[in-house]
């Protein structure tokens, strides 16, 4: 069973950050996977201000827009590079995006695959939920063993990220993403939702059947998965009193792991 925390958003952030913490006091060049959108910022935010020394250690982004300058505000390279790689002070090229940019995207996946392989993998990967239950942008119908590769938007998505855009028109249509089998080979998975507005799919993910349809299910499948939500975001699971047990009773001391 997944790990479910449910605790105000400041907690979850401390404890988020703390396991990211601890990972890197053992391994300083550990290898962090990034997730963007509104729900990890306060994280980097910590991280950014606990002083801790990421020059050494590496980062893989999720996914990526196809066809956004690497310099647009919106392009998640810049994202990344804004958020993470400057703020924490990472070496920039210890850090990976995926690369949309059409003239290469044919081999871009691999390419993007080869270079996790090449060191090892990935050790805390964060990730944050979709309203239609995408990882990633692993939209709904996504093959559970897929890899990094080329997507096409759903409406939806592009309707929830049109708030980082002028218009919804400017959002691009297709994106490059890792796939739901590179995100599961990730040694450990720190997924986080906020807000009523991920209610719905966060019952769906945790206390529905494993199916591409709700592509965060796959995270069932997972050996290593906490799952921290705000009592909105847990609002609607059958087993919130459960899960809450569970985790004052945790033996060892309440951190994650
Ligand atoms: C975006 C990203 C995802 C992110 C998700 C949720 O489209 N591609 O990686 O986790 O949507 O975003 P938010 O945290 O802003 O709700």
């Known amino acids: 069973m ?6 105000p958003q400041e907690q979850l952030v401390e404890l988020a950050t703390a396991q990211i913490l601890d990972r ?14 509104s729900t990890p910022m306060p994280i980097y935010e910590r991280l950014a201000t606990s002083g801790a020394d990421f020059s050494r250690a590496r980062a893989f982004a999720l996914d990526e827009y196809v066809g956004l300058p690497e310099s647009h505000p919106q392009s998640y390279h810049h994202v990344v590079d804004s958020s993470v790689t400057k703020p924490l ?3 920039p090229q210890n850090v990976h995006v995926p690369n949309g940019n059409p003239e ?11 270079k996790i392989a090449a060191v090892g993998g990935i050790d805390i990967q ?8 995408h990882i990633g942008f692993n939209e709904p119908g996504s093959s559970l063993s897929s890899r990094t ?6 409406e939806k998505t592009r309707m929830d990220n049109s708030r980082f855009f002028d218009s919804i028109d400017e959002v ?12 599961l080979e990730s040694k450990q998975l ?6 009523k507005k991920k209610a719905k799919i966060a019952h769906a993910m945790l206390e529905g059947p494993v199916t591409a349809s709700v592509p965060a299910s796959a995270i069932q499948l997972h050996r290593h998965v906490s799952v921290l939500l705000d009592e909105d975001a847990a609002s609607e699971l059958e087993n919130a009193n459960y899960y809450r047990y569970v985790w004052e009773h945790k033996l060892g001391g309440q951190a994650l792991g």
Do not use: S, W, Y
């Open 24 to 37: 890197l006091h053992q391994n300083p060049e550990m290898v962090l996977g990034v997730a963007t959108g």
């Open 2 to 7: 997944a790990e479910v925390v449910i605790l």
């Open 149 to 154: 590769r080329v997507k096409v938007l759903t």
């Open 190 to 195: 720190l997924l986080l939702a906020f807000g």
């Open 89 to 91: 002070g990472f070496k």
């Open 104 to 114: 290469t995207i044919i081999h871009a996946g691999a390419d993007f695959e080869a």
């Open 126 to 133: 964060i990730l944050g939920l979709g309203t239609n239950g």
């Open 172 to 183: 691009p249509g297709h994106c490059i993403t890792q796939g739901i089998g590179t995100i």
